[in-house]
């Protein structure tokens, strides 16, 4: 059984990311990162931001860039290919 989410909660992105959180749509920066910052203004919702040795995608909010682009849009911007998908 689902547990919907309360209603004050419900905005765009909670709403797509509650109903598909378990399709592991997310990506993942990972060591090989160079702190370029190429792939932060590239996410259409926000999930990339600065971490202390490199940038890091909260997977809770990544949504694989559906409804936004064709391809993960951090994904082809990154210089050493070092996001992955989950």
């Known amino acids: ?8 909660e419900i905005t765009y992105f909670n709403f ?3 109903y598909n959180r378990e399709k592991n749509m997310a990506h993942r920066i990972t060591d090989e ?4 910052g190429a792939c932060e203004p590239e996410c259409p919702v926000y999930a ?3 971490g202390e ?12 860039c559906v409804g ?3 391809n993960a ?7 050493v290919e070092c996001i992955i998908k989950l």
């Open 53 to 64: 040795s490199s940038y890091v995608i909260e997977e809770s909010i990544c949504v694989d």
């Open 73 to 79: 849009a951090c994904v082809e911007v990154c210089p």
């Open 68 to 70: 936004y682009h064709d």
């Open 16 to 18: 797509f990311n509650y």
């Open 48 to 50: 990339i931001s600065a």
């Open 33 to 36: 990162c160079t702190y370029c």
């Open 1 to 8: 059984m689902l547990n919907y989410p309360n209603q004050s």
